[in-house]
């Protein structure tokens, strides 16, 4: 069983501020710890359940925090950015039986985590047929491209529950709660245990029922918060401009919004 795992930060147990999730403040030491801690959980989970091969993606910022030295030897990390359109998911493909997201945080426009964003914090808001989207709606997208099923989240449980209404059995671990700008959460122990335990049930659950049905089109919607940032990227081919912030783009295949999202953003 090869199992996928998508590594971000801001949904990490603990996680409060920016500073703490950005390489060049002070905080940031200690938070990428936690993120690290978080992920080897998953992947300890993982191996407890038959995984026989892991490959991480570290899927914030940099795409270089992990640290490397607390890696379990039986796992394959994934650093920076290609530039492919699979982004966050950056080394998928139909060979993986699952796919699984530690640190994850609610979309651009909520209120459950103060770390809220949609990919680059110029968007308010980033719709797929209609839906207001996170990160993980576009990635679990990008996974069901390959028919590979999302069936774990840790992240706020804002993110949590979001990840429940798009894939109904999906497992996840809720590692804090947002008031305004402050945060209730697990203790960074307490969140790797529930990972290491939910991930490992995860798998050994029915991995086909978190496989989400790809609809026949799609329609984006990029809402940014500065038109500005919208007139840079409606030369995109095929986009439209209806509005002074809003971009709109459709098309049949869902790699085809990968790409307008990454080269819009
Ligand atoms: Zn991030």
Known sequence: ???????????????????????????????????????????????????????????????????????????????????????????????????????????????????????????????????????????????????????????DAGMCQEARDMIPQISTVATSEGFGPATSSLSPKGSVKAIRQGVEAALAGNLSACLPKLAERFELIVEFTNPVEAYRASWYPGIEHPAPRTLRFQADNFFEIQRAVRFIM
Do not use: Q
Request: charged letters at 20%; glycine letters at 8%; hydrophobic letters at 40%.
């Open 1 to 155: 069983m090869k199992v996928f795992i998508s590594a971000d930060i801001e949904g990490t147990a603990g996680i409060t501020a920016w500073d703490e999730a950005r390489k060049t403040h002070e905080e940031y030491a200690e938070f990428r710890e936690y993120m690290t801690n978080e992920l080897v959980a998953a992947c300890e989970g993982a191996k407890a359940a038959g995984a026989t091969e892991i490959v991480v993606k570290d899927a914030h910022s940099s795409a270089r925090n992990l640290i490397l030295s607390e890696l379990p030897d039986y796992v394959r990390i994934i650093r920076g950015w290609s530039g492919h359109p699979d982004l966050m998911m950056f080394g998928i493909d139909s060979s993986f039986s699952a796919a699984l997201y530690t640190g994850y945080h609610n979309k651009a426009g909520t209120d459950s985590n103060p770390l809220a964003h949609t990919l680059t914090g110029t968007i308010s808001r980033l719709l797929i047929n209609g839906e207001v989207a996170s990160e993980y709606t576009l990635n679990a997208l990008c996974a069901a491209r390959y028919g590979v099923p999302s069936v774990f989240l840790s992240g």
